[in-house]
C-alpha cells in the first residue's frame, strides 16, 4: 500500500485533475490517484534512466498508459502548456532539488494552479520559491513515517502579489507556526537538544562563528516554541 506521506500529498488534490508528478520512481502517486478517482490526466517525470523504466512499467502494469504519459526529463522541463497541467506534485527529495525544480519552469506554466511538496528535510527554500512565483501558502504539515520526518506544503496560484514571508515564517512555516502542533514543538525540542549537544562538544576558542551560529539558530527556536502566540 501507498506510504502516509503520499496519501496526505493525495489529501490535497480536490476532484478529477490534470497532476504532473516530477520525479515519479516507481509512479505510486499517479497510480493511487487514478484509484481515488482524482486523475483526469497524468504526466510521471523522471531524469534518471532506472525510475524512469519503473515508471514505464509500473504505468503499464496498472493499464494506465491510456492516462500517464511517462517522461524522461529534468523537473518541469517534460510539461508543455499544452498539456494543461493543473497540479504538481514533487515529493521525496531535499529542498534544495524541489525549490531548483520549482524555479527553473513553474513560470513557463501558466495552467499550473496548486503545488504540493513533500521535502524530506526542511523547506525554507520552497517556500522562497513558492511566495517569489506568487503561490500562497495554504497548508502545511510535519509527520514522521519509518523514524523520518517529512514536511509537506500546498499552495495555490495567487493572481495578487503574495505577500512577503517574515523570518520565523519562511523558517518554520507560516501555517505551522500559527498550529505549532505536537510534531511541531518535538521537532524542534529535538533540534535543541541534538544542537545543544554539538555547542558543548565544540571548542569554543577555535570555532567561535560555529558556536555563535549555532546558539542563535537554538535561541530561534526557543523563543518559537515558547511564544505563547
Ligand atoms: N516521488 C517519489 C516518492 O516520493 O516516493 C520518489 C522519490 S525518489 C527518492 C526521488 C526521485 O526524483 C528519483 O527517482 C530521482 O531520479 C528523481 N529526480 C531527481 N531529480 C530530478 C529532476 N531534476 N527531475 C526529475 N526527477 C528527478
Excluded: W
Excluded at 164 to 182: H, I, M, Y
Excluded at 222 to 228: C, F, N, T
Amino acid at each position: 500500500n501507498i506510504q502516509q506521506r503520499l496519501q496526505r500529498v493525495l489529501d490535497y488534490i480536490n476532484g478529477n485533475t490534470r497532476i504532473a508528478d516530477i520525479g515519479s520512481d516507481h509512479a505510486k502517486l499517479l497510480i493511487k490517484a487514478h484509484e481515488l478517482g482524482k486523475l483526469e490526466f497524468g504526466i510521471a517525470g523522471e531524469v534518471v534512466n532506472g525510475p524512469f523504466n519503473a515508471s514505464v512499467e509500473a504505468i503499464q502494469s496498472a493499464g494506465l498508459s491510456h492516462k500517464v504519459d511517462v517522461r524522461l526529463g529534468d523537473g518541469l522541463m517534460v510539461v508543455n502548456p499544452s498539456d494543461e497541467i493543473d497540479t504538481v506534485t514533487i515529493c521525496g527529495m531535499g529542498q534544495e532539488l524541489i525549490a531548483h525544480i520549482l524555479h527553473k519552469q513553474l513560470d513557463r506554466l501558466n495552467s499550473i494552479q496548486h503545488v504540493i511538496c513533500q521535502s524530506n528535510t526542511f523547506s525554507y527554500l520552497i517556500r522562497d520559491e513558492l511566495v517569489a512565483q506568487n503561490f500562497e501558502i495554504m497548508d502545511e504539515l510535519i509527520m514522521r513515517e519509518n523514524g523520518h520526518t517529512y514536511e509537506i506544503i500546498y499552495a495555490k496560484r495567487n493572481h495578487e502579489e503574495v505577500p512577503k514571508l517574515s523570518e520565523k515564517e519562511r523558517q518554520f512555516g507560516p501555517v505551522l507556526l500559527k498550529e505549532k502542533g505536537e510534531m511541531f514543538n518535538l521537532r524542534y525540542q529535538n533540534e535543541i537538544q541534538h544542537l545543544e549537544r554539538i555547542v558543548h562538544q565544540i571548542d569554543e576558542s577555535k570555532h567561535r562563528d560555529k558556536v555563535v551560529a549555532l546558539t542563535e539558530r537554538i535561541n530561534m527556536i526557543k523563543e518559537v516554541i515558547d511564544d505563547e502566540n
